[in-house]
């Protein structure tokens, strides 16, 4: 068995000062301390000590009062595919999907908070043009030059609206005869013998207003921030737009920036996935697979037909000069043929243990290629659970599964991760620009990881590399065990609550807790069509306090119970806390936190919270947790 990784201190893990402790916080801590309230039976035996000794408050001041478990070491020995995996989508976006920018930071600032499946949209570069150049192109050339292509309907809705006002008024400066269905066309590769003005692909989220980054500056940013906070691998998720041409510069740049940390070549054809140990600071490559020996083939047809094409030409007359000038230039007709899509062998070879696939089936022959990567955008997965949902959930347990957000949430909001999780996908990849429900569920997965969170025991798949597994039609139902759950919380106080986002008044903050209970819903295990379709959304259960004011608040002990909630599998349910300020219209997100069932601690503890950026605030609230769990 590999050696378990060592995991840098999570969050809300270093002790605060017992005089940093609010006057309302410390009066509940010295009422516990004194007798006049209980412990529980779990808590005692944890301090080792009578409920009335002084020390309690040191205790209260500790790591050891975190509400949530410290994340324990975990088995790297089995294949990648038993791991939950911290994924980004549109990983180069800034904000939403529709014109924010692209940047490398937003890599360095993903991956240094744990994440570890990242994507990059991959299309043509543009030459880059002398400085003289760049003065005689036109605004009006450069407008009509990188014009992209968005759909018509979406100009007159959301945040796209304030763009159909511009559109409209530059729209005398584009004349019939400027060919704009031409315009709509990525531009084609270009390349030149001197590497200082080459072309080289971009980044960007084609088809919109978004801006770009070099595709050189971005894997650049990757090896810099690759393994600063774990070890364990990366998966670089690669969507391709680019031509032939392009690709090859693609592989040319990876192996420069990424050398030393790439996969080497198998001498054989892969029969199992590694181990996630065997992995450490490696970077996955997972591209469309190409089958060489068809590529070939079909590089082979394409020269044959353009060569035919030639020697007509060359009996219809032509000159030998001109027969010899259209001889030279028949490879680039060929490429020009070769459909823009398809993966050139090289950029292909890079994906070792990660090739993806097309998906047709979970019956389909390359579903039991243990190197298949499948990537399923949300509506066609639940599609896929309604029609299938045990073999998917089998499919899962042996081999990698990618979901991805829908295209339509261009505000750069997300599904919810739980769902999919639940059916034994690796890597559930999220919009990191929002602190949405998906992302504090991915936060409650996560946070304290290493970026790998092993499956709970019914997920996980065989372990022997010499037997190639076989698809079954256990689902989760059958495989793992179901219990029932009563979870009572009283809410005593709260100290150094953040206000929401931009508001600097603590005059006007009106605070409340909401709670949330994130469970598998019955639709889960018997295959039927998900209510919401794994959209993110409240929890199944919940609970709101009364308002209180101010930063520093007694709750009075407002008490929660949710009883005898059934079907649920403690790895892959969630609470949530929120504090919202009570406003007329929507209530803004001051604070927050989630927390896996299975790391909750019981007794009195300290929830410690989060702002509406994400980042760990001063704040806490102070609350007595029961957890009981039968079948």
Not at 30 to 38: H, L, V
Not at 344 to 351: E, H, I, Q, R
Not at 567 to 578: A, H, I, M, Y
Request: aromatic content about 8%.
């Amino acid at each position: 068995m590999a050696a378990p990784i060592t995991v840098s201190k999570a969050r809300s893990e270093i002790p605060f000062a017992l005089q940093s402790l609010s006057p309302v916080v410390l009066a509940y801590l010295e009422t516990i301390s004194s007798g006049r309230r209980r412990l529980s039976p779990s808590q005692l035996t944890e301090l080792g000590r009578p409920s009335h000794d002084n020390k309690f408050l040191k205790y209260m001041s500790s790591s050891d009062s975190n509400a949530s478990n410290p994340t324990p070491p975990i088995d790297l020995s089995l294949p990648i595919s038993n791991y939950f995996i911290n994924s980004s989508h549109n990983t180069y976006l800034t904000g939403n999907q529709l014109y924010s920018q692209s940047s490398t930071d937003t890599y360095k600032n993903v991956l240094i908070r744990g994440c570890r499946c990242i994507e990059i949209d991959v299309w043509d570069g543009e030459p880059k043009t002398s400085s003289n150049e760049a003065k005689r192109m036109s605004s009006e050339q450069k407008r009509h030059r990188f014009r992209p292509h968005v759909p018509e309907t979406l100009f007159n809705h959301g945040p796209f609206e304030h763009f159909h006002r511009e559109k409209s008024s530059a729209a005398s400066s584009f004349s019939e005869t400027d060919g704009a269905d031409e315009s709509l066309d990525i531009p084609k590769p270009w390349t030149s013998s001197s590497t200082a003005t080459r072309a080289e692909p971009r980044v960007l989220h084609g088809h919109t207003l978004t801006k770009e980054v070099p595709f050189r500056d971005v894997c650049q940013a990757i090896r810099e921030a690759a393994f600063l906070k774990s070890d364990l691998p990366i998966i670089v998720s690669l969507e391709v737009h680019a031509g032939a041409e392009q690709q090859e510069l693609m592989v040319e740049i990876m192996k420069s920036v990424w050398r030393g940390f790439l996969i080497p070549l198998p001498v054989a054809e892969c029969t199992a996935l590694p181990s996630l140990d065997s992995l450490r600071r490696k970077i996955l490559v997972k591209v469309k697979y190409t089958d060489p020996k068809k590529a070939a083939a079909e590089l082979q047809t394409g020269k044959d037909a353009v060569y035919s094409d030639l020697r007509s030409k060359s009996r219809g007359g032509s000159s030998s000069s001109a027969s010899e000038n259209e001889e030279l230039h028949a490879d680039d007709d060929l490429k020009r043929k070769r459909k823009k899509s398809s993966i050139v062998p090289s950029l292909s070879a890079l994906g070792i243990y990660t090739r993806a696939y097309h998906f047709k089936s979970l019956t389909a022959p390359e579903a039991t290629l243990p190197t298949h990567v499948f990537s399923l955008s949300e509506k066609k997965l639940m599609e896929v659970h309604a029609s299938s949902g045990p073999t998917l959930f089998s499919h899962n347990r042996n081999y990698l599964m990618r979901a991805f957000p829908s295209g339509m949430r261009v505000r750069s909001d997300n599904l919810d991760p739980s769902v999919f999780w639940r059916k034994g996908v690796q890597m559930v990849a999220l919009n990191w620009q929002r602190w949405d429900e998906g992302m504090m569920l991915n936060e409650g997965m996560f946070s304290g990881s290493s970026g790998y969170v092993l499956k709970p025991n019914g997920y996980l798949g065989k372990t022997t590399s010499s037997i190639i597994p076989q698809i079954s039609r256990e689902s989760q139902a059958d495989v793992v065990a179901h219990r029932n759950l009563t979870l009572s919380i009283e809410i005593l106080a709260a100290q150094g609550i953040p206000l929401p986002l931009g508001d600097t008044r603590q005059s006007g903050f009106h605070p409340y807790v909401k709670c949330e209970l994130h469970v598998e819903k019955p639709a889960e295990r018997t295959g039927e069509p998900i209510e919401g379709g794994g959209k993110a959304k409240e929890g199944e259960y919940k609970w709101r306090s009364r308002t209180m004011k101010g930063t520093e608040v007694d709750f009075a002990a407002e008490k929660v119970e949710f009883k005898e909630i059934p079907g649920v599998v403690e790895e892959l349910s969630f609470l949530r806390f929120k504090i919202q300020d009570d406003k007329f219209g929507k209530d803004a997100l001051a604070a927050w936190a989630c927390i896996r069932l299975d790391r909750l601690r019981g007794g009195y503890r300290f929830v410690h919270l989060l702002d509406g950026a994400g980042v760990e605030s001063q704040g806490v609230l102070l609350v007595c947790i029961q957890k009981t769990l039968s079948l």
